[in-house]
């Protein structure tokens, strides 16, 4: 089974505070992890992708992977309210790529 | 650059009736991919195509289809509807030195009655 479970929220912080979505897949083979930003009535759009076990940063973003846990984290730093959005999670199970639900954030200024 | 293109971006269909989507990607971007997202859920995969090739199909049933053109636009099919197709429809493109990186176009409200 290839599945991608996300805490479905709504999760929220206050402005300036650092945001952490988290996310778990089923397959073990898995290569590459995507989170994307998706905001109300848009199309999903893609903030990080990463490869390999541990950290990457991008700006305020922070992408975490642990592929012993299978377990991908999003942290946001310094959240602002233009990060009020839903975050997908997308796994991609040798071409076939799959989303989890999304967790919805608001930051609250 | 143009982002990735989709038409129509509203219809309204009834049930039984056939829908054609169509998809336009982004310049030198030759995989398209296909997927259906309901309010609240994350978007499902339903196709893959790579130089007009089928490269990967989601769990859906063989009313959708899909294909590739030479120019790498891409139609989604769905024949007889139902009122469960009724779905945002996206169609994502991505390059060959990162195909999982999606560029997604503004998508397809399809509203069966």
């Known amino acids: 089974q290839k599945e991608v479970e996300q805490n479905s929220g709504p999760l929220s912080v206050p402005e300036g505070a650092i945001a952490s979505l988290n996310c778990t897949y089923s397959?073990?083979?898995?290569?590459?992890f995507f989170w994307y930003r998706q905001y109300s009535g848009k199309s999903p759009e893609l903030i990080m992708s990463?490869?390999?076990?541990g950290d990457k940063e991008d700006g305020r973003f922070t992408a975490q992977l642990n592929k012993a846990s299978q377990y991908v984290s999003l942290l946001i730093r310094d959240s602002q309210p233009s990060d009020s959005a839903t975050y997908l999670c997308?796994?991609?199970?040798?071409?076939?790529?799959?989303f989890g639900a999304g967790t919805r954030l608001t930051v609250k200024p | 650059d143009a982002g990735v293109t989709q038409s129509p971006t509203h219809l309204i269909k009834t049930r039984g009736q056939q829908v054609t989507l169509r998809c336009s990607p982004i310049?030198?971007?030759?995989?398209v991919s296909w997927y259906q997202q309901v309010l609240g859920q994350g978007p499902q995969f339903i196709f893959q195509?790579?130089?007009?090739?089928?490269?990967g199909r989601g769990n859906f049933p063989d009313r959708f289809s899909a294909r590739q053109f030479p120019n790498y636009s891409s139609e989604l099919n769905v024949n007889a509807l139902l009122l469960g197709d009724s779905a945002l429809y996206l169609c994502?493109?991505?390059?060959?030195?990162?195909?999982?990186?999606?560029?997604f176009g503004e998508g397809s409200r399809l509203t069966v009655l």
């Open positions: 397959d073990r083979g898995s290569q590459s």
């Open positions: 195509y790579y130089e007009k090739e089928e490269r």
């Open positions: 310049s030198g971007h030759k995989s």
């Open positions: 990463i490869y390999s076990n």
């Open positions: 997308a796994v991609d199970f040798n071409n076939d790529m799959r």
């Open positions: 994502a493109s991505s390059s060959d030195r990162a195909p999982g990186e999606l560029f």
